[in-house]
């Protein structure tokens, strides 16, 4: 039996099993990392929780310092938030940020905490008529929290991502 030819039949099949693996692998990889993810969404998630934490000590109740309208003057620093984005599509022109804190007693808005692009608003209005990719992601949470001396805060938060160019 002529044992040669057998390998060199053999040896076809496995780079034709090779080149498959191989092709299979660069289709998966191109399929998982052809389209951008959109984080736009878990984003603003992260805003929200992260100024809801930075509102409320660890006891629920609602910290003294953020009960008055100066506390809004600084209120990115205290709370170790920072609005620059990288300077990508004229990013720096335009704020890809925005967020709204109010602040409501007995049902009457007490006063309330804005930071960022305002004209990043209007999208909220529309995002819920249109699922649109090129409009800036809303989310808008509500809480409830004690001062110390007793009384009850409604505390909303409206947290808008933008950079649609990036994610949409």
Known sequence: MNKKATDKIISVY?????????AAIVYMVFVFYGEPYDVRELEANALTNHVADCLVLDTGFLKE???NEESGENFLEECNLNFNT???YKWNEQGQYYLNIEFIKEESLVFDISEGNKNL???CGIEKEIEDENLAKCIEREFYSLT?????????????????????
């Not at 496995?14 to 191989?22: K, P, R, T």
């Open 14 to 22: 496995w780079f034709a099993i090779l080149f498959i693996v191989a």
């Open 121 to 123: 608003i209007s999208s």
């Open 86 to 88: 990288e300077d990508v």
């Open 65 to 67: 310092e953020f009960l």
């Open 148 to 168: 110390s001396g007793g009384d009850i805060y409604s505390i909303k938060i409206l947290s808008i991502v933008r950079k649609t160019e990036k994610n949409a």
